[in-house]
């Protein structure tokens, strides 16, 4: 004879229907995991809006818009990589909302760089979040990390290092400040400066790697990396 589902049958599917759906990954969350291709995309852009904000930070360096125009673009181009680690760096170790900061390493781990650049990239990250540096103290670094006198194409080194010493003697006074119980603290900050130049060394290794996957640079990466 005829099956029939019952009224209260039917509000008892449309319940455990409703909350079955409930439990599916949203689709977005889902597309969170992003081809290779659109995280390469995204971090295009974050480096190219970190390159327009890394040369307005360089322009307020006192002292900096005196030196000599060319030694100025020298120092720019050969710190850019540099300064945009210790940026990303910060951004990572920041404790933002869980995912956030994933999402970032997500990111650069699925965005076609190879693994052999991958692990020196995050082992700098980690030993930046260990030295728990102050915003004074960060943007002290960078500073000292743009006006470094022996970059490729600086002329007058000098008027560069007349620049970089008296960041490096205030850096030095905030280190034992802000961690009177590590009297190496100093010491320890400028061996990241050490770790960021091999990092350097990786990054146009990467770079290389990417052109010769025919991905594109924006027009101003492509000017501070002379890329195509
Ligand atoms: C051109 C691009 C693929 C690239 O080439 N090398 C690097 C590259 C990589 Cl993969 C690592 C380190 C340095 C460079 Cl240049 C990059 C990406 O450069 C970045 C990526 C992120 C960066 C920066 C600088 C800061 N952050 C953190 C940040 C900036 C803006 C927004 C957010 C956010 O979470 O919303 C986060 C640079």
Same mark, same amino acid.
């Given at each position: 004879?005829?099956?029939? $589902? ?9 319940? $455990? ?7 599916? $990954? ?34 307020? !360096? ?10 100025? !673009?020298?120092?720019? #181009? @050969?710190? &850019?990589v540099e300064a945009m680690f210790l940026r990303s760096a910060q951004v990572f170790n920041?404790?933002?909302? &869980? @995912? +956030?900061t994933?999402?970032l390493e997500?990111?650069i781990r699925?965005? @076609?760089i190879?693994e052999e650049f991958i692990k020196p990239m995050f082992n700098f990250y980690k030993s930046i979040g260990e030295l728990l540096m102050?915003?004074?103290?960060q943007?002290?670094l960078t500073?000292?990390t !743009? ?10 080194? &000098? &008027? ?12 030095? #006074?905030?280190?034992?400040?802000? +961690? ?8 320890r900050l400028l061996g990241r400066l050490t770790e960021l130049r091999s990092l350097n060394h990786y990054h146009?290794?990467i $770079? ?15 000017? !501070?990396?002379?890329?195509?």
């Amino acid at each position: 004879d005829k099956v029939e $589902i019952t009224k209260e049958q039917q509000v008892l599917m449309q319940a $455990i229907l409703k909350a079955y759906e409930r439990h599916q $990954i949203p689709q977005d969350v889902a597309k969170r995991l992003y081809s290779a291709e659109e995280n390469f995309l995204l971090l295009t852009e974050m480096a190219t809006s970190q390159v327009q904000v890394l040369v307005e930070f360089t322009k307020n !360096i006192p002292g900096f818009l005196s030196l000599d125009h060319e030694d100025q !673009i020298a120092l720019l #181009k @050969g710190s &850019a990589v540099e300064a945009m680690f210790l940026r990303s760096a910060q951004v990572f170790n920041r404790k933002t909302p &869980a @995912g +956030h900061t994933e999402v970032l390493e997500e990111r650069i781990r699925k965005s @076609g760089i190879s693994e052999e650049f991958i692990k020196p990239m995050f082992n700098f990250y980690k030993s930046i979040g260990e030295l728990l540096m102050s915003p004074e103290e960060q943007a002290l670094l960078t500073a000292v990390t !743009i006006l470094t006198p022996d970059r490729p194409y600086v002329k007058d080194h &000098a &008027a560069v290092e007349r620049l970089q010493e008296p960041m490096l003697e205030v850096l030095k #006074k905030l280190c034992t400040l802000h +961690h009177p119980h590590e009297p190496q603290y100093f010491a320890r900050l400028l061996g990241r400066l050490t770790e960021l130049r091999s990092l350097n060394h990786y990054h146009a290794e990467i $770079i290389t790697s990417w052109r010769v996957n025919d991905h594109k640079f924006t027009p101003l990466l492509c000017e !501070i990396w002379d890329v195509q």
